[in-house]
Structure formats: structure tokens, C-alpha cells
């Protein structure tokens, strides 16, 4: 189908690891993207990761991408309660047309 | 500091009344988007510019149209807004070349009664 997808909900414990997952669909899409978007704010650009790679790490996050199975995931490393917002990861395809995920809520518990 | 802004934060319009949102950036980027996002859905491209040149999704509704008469400035205008047209715009810019980073402005809460 034409829809990114991601589970609409995830809760975790203050320190622990938060895994966010992501489904795409265009096997072509050159460039993959994590965004967070906080209550009243627009999404800002947390991390990206290029089709030919597997992994890439920046500090507390850690992107993986399966591009036989079209699946992204975000790990966010010792989550803070600041890092409760909402997460969407996109997909760019051809002619600079991005498409975005219903977006992950992240709550993070004290 | 270089930014993104939609003016204004908050719209309010009645049914079929005419609606113009504003989107300025300061980032000197020559392509331009607007999207739309309604509650707990992913935010949908309507259509973008690159510089000058008018790229529309094939699905986004005749009453909806745009326009950028420089670089800095992109107008969305809803000519008929409809109680279904109620959503948040999101506006967001991006220079041409790796890694494409899209840059988003706020957005402008619509409502339409």
C-alpha cells in the first residue's frame, strides 16, 4: 500500500531504551527520516539515514534500516522524560515528495 | 536565527468563507511544501514548490491552491473551506541536495464552523 506506518503508542520507564518502529513502502526511497514533534510545535529533524546503509548511530539514538523487509526502527538510549513527544519517521521519494507515518506518542514514566 | 514561521498560529473561517495561511522562512531554501495534518494521522503533502515551479499531489482537492511570489513567502488558499478542511497546515522548507532536510514552521490550527 501507499501508507508509512508505526504503532500509534509507546510507554517506557525513565532510563530505559525506547525502540520505535516503522514500516515504509517504496523500496526506492533513497533517504529515510526520523522527525519529533512536540505539543505545539512543528516537527523537528532528529536523525536520518541513507538507503545504503544499515545503521547509524548519533549519541542516545541508534536508526536501523532492513530494506529487504522496508523497516525502520529508532532506538533512543537512557529516555528521558523530556523525550516524550511524537515520533514519525518519513520516507523521501522521487522528485522531492516525503511521506510521513501517523507518528509513535512516546510517554516516558519518572 | 533562521527559521520557519506561519502566521497565523491559530485560523478561525466559517463554512465556504475564503481562508489565506502565510509561510515566510528566512533560511534562503528554494523549495517550499505544505501539508496537512488532522488529528493522529500523518501529515499529507498537498503540494510544494521547487523555486518557482508549482508541483501538485495528484490527490489534493482543486480547493486548494498556492502561492510564492519570492523565495521567502508561500500562501495557502482554501477557497471553500469545508467542516472536513478543519486540520493543522503544516509549512516546511528544504534546499536541493543531500540529505534533503525538510525544515517546519509551527503550523496554523484551522477551524472551520
Known amino acids: 500500500g501507499e501508507d508509512v506506518e508505526q504503532s500509534l503508542f509507546l510507554s517506557v520507564r525513565e532510563g530505559d531504551s525506547s525502540v520505535i518502529n516503522c514500516t515504509y513502502t517504496?523500496?526506492?526511497?533513497?533517504?529515510l527520516y526520523w522527525y519529533k514533534q512536540e505539543p505545539g510545535a512543528g516537527l523537528q529533524l532528529l536523525t536520518y539515514?541513507?538507503?545504503?546503509?544499515d545503521m547509524k548511530q548519533d549519541q542516545r539514538l541508534t536508526v536501523l534500516l532492513n530494506k529487504k523487509d522496508k523497516h525502520l526502527s529508532l532506538r533512543i538510549a537512557d529516555t528521558q522524560t523530556g523525550d516524550s513527544a511524537i515520533y514519525f519517521c518519513?520516507?523521501?521519494?522521487?522528485?522531492?515528495?516525503?511521506?510521513f507515518g501517523s507518528g509513535t506518542k512516546l510517554n516516558v514514566k519518572p | 536565527d533562521a527559521m520557519v514561521i506561519q502566521n497565523p498560529r491559530y485560523q478561525v473561517t466559517q463554512f465556504g468563507k475564503p481562508v489565506t495561511l502565510s509561510c515566510s522562512q528566512t533560511?534562503?531554501?528554494?523549495?517550499m511544501y505544505w501539508y496537512q495534518q488532522k488529528s493522529s494521522q500523518a501529515p499529507k503533502l498537498l503540494f510544494h514548490?521547487?523555486?518557482?515551479?508549482?508541483?501538485n499531489e495528484a490527490d489534493t482537492p482543486d480547493n486548494f491552491q498556492s502561492r510564492r511570489p519570492n523565495t521567502s513567502f508561500c500562501f495557502l488558499d482554501i477557497r471553500s473551506p469545508g467542516l472536513g478542511d478543519a486540520a493543522m497546515y503544516l509549512c516546511?522548507?528544504?534546499?536541493?541536495?543531500?540529505?534533503?532536510?525538510?525544515?517546519f514552521g509551527p503550523g496554523t490550527r484551522l477551524t472551520v464552523t
Open positions: 516546511a522548507t528544504s534546499r536541493t541536495g543531500q540529505p534533503y532536510e525538510q525544515y
Open positions: 517504496d523500496s526506492s526511497s533513497t533517504y
Open positions: 539515514i541513507f538507503s545504503n546503509m
Open positions: 518519513a520516507e523521501k521519494r522521487n522528485f522531492n515528495k516525503f511521506y
Open positions: 533560511l534562503n531554501h528554494n523549495v
Open positions: 514548490y521547487y523555486d518557482k515551479d508549482f508541483n
